[in-house]
């Protein structure tokens, strides 16, 4: 019985005498590449057979609308002609341009609407004159807001005298 062990243990024991050889690697990754490129031109194909198609089979919208031989070029002029907002052209320029005049009115003296006699003034001055005359302040909840009639009547109040009575005079005789 021990023998037979012996000699079933000899057929499995044993290692890899061989390991992957690299014609097989080469030979999986020049398919891979062959197969890559294949894929692509038909693709590519498959893409320019649908957009032949395409062009041959659009309709117009509209008869009276002129069909362009070429939608996908744009040129300089039809872009100045479509409406707001449109595509940047040069999005550093541009933006470099939008920071440029922000920094301007941050920092500048000028008008926001002159029929209302409405200006801004630079942000370091705005700044000081609401640490020296603080923030507006909103009305409790209950409370009657503050308004030019309001104010008026409060005022009106304050100075009305009549209602009050003679100061009376104290009395300084002694006992």
Not at 34 to 52: A, E, Q
Not at 87 to 108: A, K, Q, V
Not at 146 to 168: F, G, M, T, Y
């Amino acid at each position: 019985m021990n023998n037979l062990r012996h000699e079933n243990d000899a057929n499995e024991i044993g290692f890899e005498r061989e390991d992957l050889g690299t014609k097989p690697v080469f030979g999986f990754l020049i398919s891979l590449v062959i197969t890559g490129i294949l894929v692509y031109f038909l693709i590519w194909g498959i893409f320019h057979f649908l957009d032949d198609y395409d062009k041959k089979h659009q309709q117009n919208r509209s008869p009276l609308l002129q069909a362009e031989s070429n939608t996908r070029e744009v040129q300089a002029q039809k872009i100045q002609s479509f409406p707001q907002p449109r595509l940047e052209e040069d999005e550093r320029t541009e933006l470099d341009g939008f920071r440029y005049g922000e920094e301007e009115r941050l920092h500048s003296y000028g008008w926001v609407d002159e029929k209302a006699q409405v200006t801004h003034i630079p942000i370091e001055q705005a700044m000081e004159m609401i640490v020296q005359r603080g923030l507006p302040i909103t009305p409790q909840a209950g409370t009657v807001p503050v308004s030019p009639v309001n104010l008026a009547r409060a005022a009106a109040a304050a100075a009305d005298s009549s209602n009050l009575a003679a100061p009376a005079t104290k009395a300084t005789g002694k006992k």
